[in-house]
């Protein structure tokens, strides 16, 4: 039995679809076997058209497991719930009320009901067929002649056999939502083991990640490292996940220069922060191992290591990397070396109403083809001076009434409205405004967003 049940059934169907052929395959066996049952009824009381009936259902519920075998499940569900409408109507018109068949249309009602879920105009169309069979069969019973015509013992036999089809309504009632109320309960075990194991690995998996969180803050210099070499600055940074592709970067020299960056790696999470740690070494390698203070040419060695760092073969490159604002600052000269990988550099004079800014190069710090030196630019700067270092998160960020991006003139614009403030004050305005920016909304990447004034 449970082979038969399990006709059609496959591992590479969903869960559902595979519970409503058990159900389908299930109707069709019930059919064959009350069919069956009832041919020594028809024979002794010679309900020979009744007898045809039968066969011609048995036939049908066969073809049905066939076309499940076939993997043609719909079309197995419409033919046995259409084909047990049609022979309804015909028996009970032949036999009037006292056969009870007509009853059998609520079978058809639940059968539509649970395997054309998903099929809401099939459904509707089923159960309001079979509604309107009913009872147009009802009306058609009160209003035609009685059965007098027929021999005595045909109308004995289709009262026992209308006593009968109450019992086989009430079984096929029982044994169809048993069946049903099975197949859920194991489907809802199914689905409580597997959410166990998912929040298992979750828990794992998360663990996993806020550990990486702890190494990547490791990596990331400290906030009171920072102000002991830029007093008046701040940093933004705000993760779209527990780790981040974003991030920023320093490097004191002994002369009292200040190497900084803003950095934005391929994606985020937990792969952007893989590739912050490739390119993070990458930095340090330039300006430890090589002796680089330029930051063009920081650039330039850092763009050579992070690609042999992903160069797996000849013919095989990931071509993952970042974009970066670098900075070299002298603080006692007032004097910002920096160059820019598709990330500009905004600086913002002392009372002035205008954002000043320096174009990067268009080129990431990756695999690319035909790359070209990074530029360095040398800006004086004056007492009061701000200079800006940022990702593009901040200014891809959806939100607003009209849920748009927030784009880079509106920071500008806010800016100018804070740039004469204490540092600690503008990231307090800044972080409000991209509060106040998402509302309800999702935060779509990484932020990094950097101030400096000297």
């Given at each position: 039995m449970k082979k038969i049940l399990a006709i059609g059934t496959s591992t590479k169907n969903g869960e559902g679809l595979n519970r409503k052929i058990k159900l389908h395959n299930l109707i069709a066996v019930f059919i064959t076997i009350i069919c069956v049952s009832y041919i020594p009824l028809y024979i002794h009381y010679k309900l020979y058209l009744l007898m045809q009936t039968a066969f011609i259902m048995v036939l049908t519920s066969m073809f049905c497991l066939f076309l499940q075998s076939r993997k043609r499940h719909e079309t197995g569900f419409g033919l046995l719930i259409f084909s047990v409408m049609i022979l309804l109507n015909i028996s009970s018109i032949q036999f009037g009320l006292v056969a009870n068949v007509h009853f059998f249309h609520i079978c058809s009602c639940m059968a539509a009901i649970t395997l054309f879920d998903k099929n809401k105009g099939l459904r509707n169309v089923i159960i309001g067929l079979s509604m309107l069979s009913?009872?147009?069969?009802?009306?058609?019973?009160?209003?035609?002649?009685?059965?007098?015509?027929?021999?005595?013992?045909?109308?004995?036999?289709?009262?026992?056999?209308?006593?009968?089809?109450?019992?086989?309504?009430?079984?096929?009632?029982?044994?169809?939502?048993?069946?049903?109320?099975?197949?859920?309960?194991?489907?809802?075990?199914?689905?409580?083991?597997?959410?166990?194991?998912?929040?298992?690995?979750?828990?794992?998996?998360?663990?996993?990640?806020?550990?990486?969180?702890?190494?990547?803050?490791?990596?990331?210099?400290?906030?009171?490292?920072?102000?002991?070499?830029?007093?008046?600055?701040?940093?933004?940074?705000?993760?779209?996940?527990?780790?981040?592709?974003?991030?920023?970067?320093?490097?004191?020299?002994?002369?009292?220069?200040?190497?900084?960056?803003?950095?934005?790696?391929?994606?985020?999470?937990?792969?952007?922060?893989?590739?912050?740690?490739?390119?993070?070494?990458?930095?340090?390698?330039?300006?430890?191992?090589?002796?680089?203070?330029?930051?063009?040419?920081?650039?330039?060695?850092?763009?050579?290591?992070?690609?042999?760092?992903?160069?797996?073969?000849?013919?095989?490159e990931v071509k993952d990397g970042m974009d970066?604002?670098?900075?070299?600052?002298?603080?006692?000269?007032?004097?910002?070396?920096?160059?820019?990988?598709?990330?500009?550099?905004?600086?913002?004079?002392?009372?002035?109403?205008?954002?000043?800014?320096?174009?990067?190069?268009?080129?990431?710090?990756?695999?690319?083809?035909?790359?070209?030196?990074?530029?360095?630019?040398?800006?004086?700067?004056?007492?009061?001076?701000?200079?800006?270092?940022?990702?593009?998160?901040?200014?891809?960020?959806?939100?607003?009434?009209?849920?748009?991006?927030?784009?880079?003139?509106?920071i500008k614009k806010l800016l100018l409205t804070v740039y004469r403030k204490t540092m600690s004050t503008q990231k307090k305005l800044i972080t409000d405004n991209l509060t106040h920016w998402m509302e309800n909304q999702e935060q779509v990447d990484d932020i990094c967003f950097i101030g400096v004034k000297l």
């Open positions: 009913f009872f147009a069969l009802l009306g058609y019973f009160y209003n035609r002649p009685g059965f007098a015509y027929l021999p005595e013992g045909v109308l004995a036999g289709l009262k026992i056999y209308g006593y009968i089809n109450y019992v086989v309504l009430f079984s096929f009632t029982i044994v169809f939502f048993t069946s049903f109320v099975k197949q859920n309960s194991i489907s809802q075990e199914k689905i409580m083991t597997q959410n166990a194991v998912l929040e298992y690995k979750n828990v794992q998996i998360t663990d996993s990640i806020k550990y990486a969180k702890h190494i990547q803050d490791a990596i990331l210099p400290s906030l009171n490292t920072i102000k002991q070499y830029l007093e008046e600055s701040f940093i933004l940074y705000k993760p779209k996940d527990i780790v981040a592709g974003d991030f920023y970067w320093m490097h004191a020299k002994e002369n009292g220069q200040v190497l900084f960056a803003a950095a934005d790696s391929t994606g985020h999470g937990v792969p952007g922060a893989m590739v912050s740690v490739v390119c993070t070494n990458a930095l340090n390698q330039a300006v430890k191992e090589f002796g680089l203070t330029d930051p063009g040419q920081i650039l330039d060695k850092t763009r050579e290591l992070v690609a042999n760092s992903f160069q797996k073969s000849d013919n095989d970066i604002s670098l900075c070299l600052i002298d603080k006692d000269k007032r004097v910002l070396h920096w160059a820019g990988a598709n990330t500009p550099l905004w600086i913002i004079r002392e009372n002035s109403d205008d954002v000043e800014v320096i174009k990067p190069d268009k080129q990431s710090v990756s695999t690319i083809e035909n790359p070209v030196p990074y530029t360095t630019h040398t800006v004086q700067l004056n007492p009061g001076d701000c200079f800006y270092l940022f990702t593009d998160g901040y200014a891809d960020q959806f939100g607003g009434s009209a849920a748009k991006k927030h784009m880079q003139k509106r």
